[in-house]
């Protein structure tokens, strides 16, 4: 299996995000956060099959979380209310 899966739930929030992220690979996974104007707001590593959570410290808003393990990434919307 190659790729990887990422959750981001409750979406939308008024408290955290919780994010969870499979794959079958070994590699660093990273996670960047960033608003809509594309401003960077967060950047930190995961471990595979880990639960964190993150946004807490989010204000109302949108927000894009990208989650990167090697060639493979996935966006995610998330809204915070």
Not at 25 to 48: C, P
Request: hydrophobic share 35%.
């Amino acid at each position: 299996n190659e790729g990887i899966d990422v959750t981001v739930y409750p979406n939308p929030t008024n408290a955290d995000f919780n994010l969870k992220v499979i794959t079958a690979s070994k590699e660093k996974i990273q996670v960047k956060i960033s608003d809509l104007q594309g401003r960077v707001l967060k950047r930190f590593t995961v471990m595979h099959y880990q639960t964190i959570q993150i946004g807490n410290e989010l204000l109302t808003g949108v927000y894009m979380i990208e989650v990167r393990q090697g060639k493979y990434f996935k966006t995610t919307r998330v809204v915070k209310f």
